[in-house]
């Protein structure tokens, strides 16, 4: 057994004074007396000093792309083979994972390859967190993210390209309801799949209960794809006050990935992304702000994502994105509630997210309270996941 021990634990829950001890990958105990909890000091092989540090779960990012690399023009990529892709996604993972980031869900990769290192990770073939994906994003014909999505019209064939994911081994499927901005030549917030569409690919997950998300700027694609019953609102830029209301009413989650937005518009034409996405970025910006305040003002439910892989948003940068969402005016509290429960809620697991005994240790020790410095996520001292410690 290894325990973390002398330091706080800081949850959903709060921060207390608490030791930490894992076992065969998971929390066994937990609290001042977790050590007499377990049989004493005998049982303990390994001990973590955590003095004056602060254990938090590991986070969990809702939306990544495991083969795109955050360089300034996706469109670049579209040549390299299968097995370039492969490396790239096998580096962004190990990236990921010593930033502190154990649990990512991609939202789309080219064929089965983000499923295929989901299983890498799992099998201990590659270091990375746990990997849950889409497989292929649904679109219609010529819509946003053509090159490598599943093109589809009409509901029959949405449902058929739905199910063609979940044979595939899609713990998600992910549709795209509007243009976007890394597309060139479609309107960001232009309606793609239409209600009927949208319908038969919630319908398509249903019987087994798969979350389904949707890419989503434009107001009325978000209505589309809320009233279609979909799990989450991936982006949401231009959210209004109805559609924000909608999804409060309805508990859709909304994955803001406000890293996407500054890495584009931080970065600009200089850097050598294409100028059709700058300037659409640049659009949406400030319409992302009043996004923020309909969200906060309905109390829509939050998770994190960042869209890592589009044009300087890298996983090893990840952690920002808390400080992102502080920054638009979520309390840092709710940062750590949108980076921990509300992501694990919307992938449908019940292990991770929290400290606590029967849980997966996955976790991070940080220098400081995340809830008193967001910032402290940036640099953790240590990463476990599923108690094995990332060097
Ligand atoms: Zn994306």
């Known amino acids: 057994m290894h325990v973390i021990r002398g330091g706080r634990v800081a949850d959903v829950d709060g921060t207390r004074e608490a030791d930490v001890v894992i076992a065969d990958g998971e929390i066994v105990a937990v609290g001042p007396n977790a050590v007499a909890e377990i049989g004493g000091g005998e049982a303990v092989d390994v001990e973590t000093d955590a003095s004056g540090s602060v254990v938090a779960p590991g986070l969990i ?38 930033a502190g980031v154990t649990t990512v869900r991609d939202l789309g990769s080219r064929g089965t390859l983000a499923l295929d290192a989901g299983e890498a990770v799992a099998d201990g073939e590659i270091d990375g967190p746990r ?6 994003n649904v679109i219609m014909t010529g819509g946003h993210g053509n090159w490598f999505g599943r093109e589809a019209d009409g509901p029959s064939e949405v449902r058929k390209a739905a199910r063609e994911q979940l044979k595939a081994g899609a713990d998600v499927l992910k549709c795209m309801a509007t243009g976007g901005v890394l597309t060139e030549g479609a309107v960001t917030g232009a309606p793609e799949l239409t209600p009927e569409e949208l319908e038969a690919f919630t319908d398509a997950a249903a019987p087994t209960d798969t979350p389904t998300a949707a890419h989503a700027h434009g107001e009325q694609g978000i209505k589309n794809a809320v009233e279609a019953g979909i799990t989450s609102i991936e982006h949401g830029t231009f959210m209004d006050r109805e559609a924000a209301e909608m999804m409060a009413d309805r508990g859709t989650y909304w994955v803001p990935t406000a890293s996407a937005l500054r ?3 931080d970065h ?14 640049e659009d949406a910006a400030d319409r992302f702000d009043d996004a923020w305040d309909h969200a906060l003002e309905a109390d829509v439910s939050i998770a994190m994502g960042t869209d890592a892989g589009t044009p300087f948003n890298f996983f090893a940068d990840i952690p920002r994105e808390l400080a992102y969402m502080v920054d638009h005016g979520l309390s840092p509290e709710g940062a750590l509630e949108a980076a921990t429960v509300n992501a694990a809620d919307l992938l449908g697991l019940d292990d991770v ?15 400081a309270d995340p809830t008193e410095d967001v910032t402290a996520w940036q640099d953790p001292e240590a990463v476990f996941a599923a108690g094995e410690r990332t060097e």
């Open 268 to 281: 600009g034409v200089e850097a050598g992304i294409p100028e059709d996405a700058v300037e659409k970025a």
């Open 61 to 98: 990012d809702a939306h990544v792309h495991v083969m795109m690399d955050g360089r300034p023009d996706v469109a670049t990529a579209v040549s390299d083979s299968d097995y370039t892709a492969s490396y790239r996604a096998a580096g962004n993972l190990r990236a990921a994972l010593e």
């Open 353 to 367: 997210g929290r400290i606590e005994e029967g849980y997966r240790a996955d976790l991070v020790v940080l220098d």
């Open 263 to 265: 890495g584009i518009v």
């Open 131 to 136: 990997v849950l994906a889409c497989g292929r």
